[in-house]
Nanobody, 123 residues
Framework: QVQLVESGGGLVQAGDSLRLSCAAS????????IGWFRQAPGKEREFVAA????????THADSVKGRFMISRDNAKNTVLLQMNSLKPEDTAVYYC????????????????WGQGTQVTVSS
């Protein structure tokens, strides 16, 4: 089992950057594929990005490609989400979770959700 804790959210202006962190407990962290998801007010939770356990494979939603980058440091049991050129539409609660190996973006296959961290982007 693994526990995930997000941090790094905040209030920024459009065009600014933020780096979110997902810290994990457990000795087998490198065995988990980890994803970031977000949920804006009144909207469904959506996939943002994911990374394989080794860090060798990543995928990003079209809406964030070229602006966000996911990475991980297995020695520190951490997955990062670097968010650049933020837009007001990026405003949401951001969650990390263990994602399904068959489809990283499958919301129903994700498990061990963190509590989320709020990102607010003002125009």
């Amino acid at each position: 089992q693994v526990q995930l804790v997000e941090s790094g959210g905040g209030l920024v202006q459009a065009g600014d950057s933020l780096r979110l962190s997902c810290a994990a407990s457990g000795r087998t962290f490198s065995g988990y594929n980890i994803g970031w998801f977000r949920q804006a007010p009144g909207k469904e939770r959506e996939f943002v990005a994911a990374i394989s356990g080794s860090g060798g494979s990543t995928t990003h939603a079209d809406s964030v490609k070229g602006r966000f980058m996911i990475s991980r440091d297995n020695a520190k049991n951490t997955v990062l989400l670097q968010m650049n050129s933020l837009k007001p539409e990026d405003t949401a609660v951001y969650y990390c979770a263990v994602v399904a190996p068959y489809d990283y973006s499958d919301l129903g296959g994700a498990d061990y959700w963190g509590q989320g961290t709020q990102v607010t982007v003002s125009s």
